[in-house]
């Protein structure tokens, strides 16, 4: 096992969490609602592909990240979920800068004049149900993750390994569907983009 990173304060870690996932969830939320109006010289969907690499690049290291923690290499375990969590954070900052920048965009719209018409929305077909369903699992999993994956990597550094593995067999699962899901919306959405 690993000498602890972190000194344990239960207390302290709950209200820095708590409070940190609070204010992602409504920065995220508040400025989902906002467009900034602004010329660009790039195409600002380059923020969504950005995303999606990002998600499948969590995705990829959550899996080597269990190959190392089975395999009983805790440090390669460890360092590959520190690099999962700070590409977690990029991929937040890209995010909001993408809802920033470009808006919302509709699933189905490909005259791209923000209204889906009955004709689009036939030319879509079930597809249009099965992006739905996804987008409906992904976004409260996506705002429900963050204190989990927060709390977990809070106990696997503080030496709490028993505790650390409790929640990771909650935590990871749930992790690697909202990545692997991020990446299936980019690619349902990407044709809708202007």
Known sequence: M???????????????????????????????RVQLKTSLPFDVHLFAMANAIINFTVAVLL??????????????HRNIMISALVLSAL??????????????????????????????????G????????????????????LPLILFTAYRGL???????????RITWPLWFYVAVSGVLVYWLINPYYS
């Open 2 to 32: 690993l000498v602890p990173s972190l000194q344990k304060n239960d207390r302290k870690a709950r209200l820095i969490i708590f409070s940190f996932s609070i204010f992602v969830l409504l920065v995220v939320v508040v400025l989902s």
């Open 63 to 76: 899996v080597a990240a269990l190959v190392a923690v089975k395999k009983l290499n805790f440090v390669v």
């Open 91 to 124: 991929f937040l900052v890209s995010y909001i800068a993408h809802h920033l920048l470009a808006g919302d965009t509709k699933f189905g719209d490909t005259d791209h004049n923000e209204i889906v018409s009955d004709a689009e929305r036939l030319a879509v």
């Open 126 to 145: 079930k597809l249009r149900y099965a992006y739905y369903l996804l987008l409906l699992t992904h976004i409260p999993l996506a705002a429900l993750i």
């Open 158 to 168: 503080t030496g709490e390994y028993t505790r650390h593995k409790k929640i990771a």
